[in-house]
């Protein structure tokens, strides 16, 4: 075996071991740490007891199958000149504990508690839409375009998510 075919093969299985570490490090990724959030200064501000949010932070990822570019009948340009670009990520656990004792009395409601579920999230970002003020090449006109009103817009962003929460009081 000649030393560039070894070289080749050498290289192949680099990208091949790469490939699949990244694969690995988007699932490590999705697992959040717990991140409790500092609200001591609603004490002060309120004068009550300030209560506690715990939450993830999340970590948007490239997401897979950008749609690019295609051809439109009777326009000089592109639908999607500007390609829209798929984000996926993990909505975080979130658990929330406010005490209301001071609020309510002793002698009701301690407090009262929210959690929000972690769930998957996939969001493609808005692409404008831009048409020239020209048709496309029209053969009763030997081959020039003809004028017409200009097009513009903006195609709108897509957003999907399966957000779930609980109420609780103690």
Known sequence: ??????????????????????????????????????????????????????????VPLPGEGLDGPRYAQDSLLPERAVPRFPVSGVLPDTQLSAPLTEILGEDTVESVGAEARGSSVEAVTPTPNLDLPLTAPQPDLWGLPAPKLPNAGIEAPELRAQPAANLGLA
């Open 1 to 58: 075996m000649k030393k560039s075919t070894r070289g080749a093969l050498a290289v192949a299985l680099a990208c091949a071991a790469a490939a699949a570490a990244g694969a690995g490090t988007a699932a490590q990724a999705a697992e959040q740490p717990s991140v409790t959030v500092p609200l001591n200064g609603l004490e002060y501000a309120l004068d009550m007891e300030a209560p506690e949010l715990t939450t993830g932070v999340p």
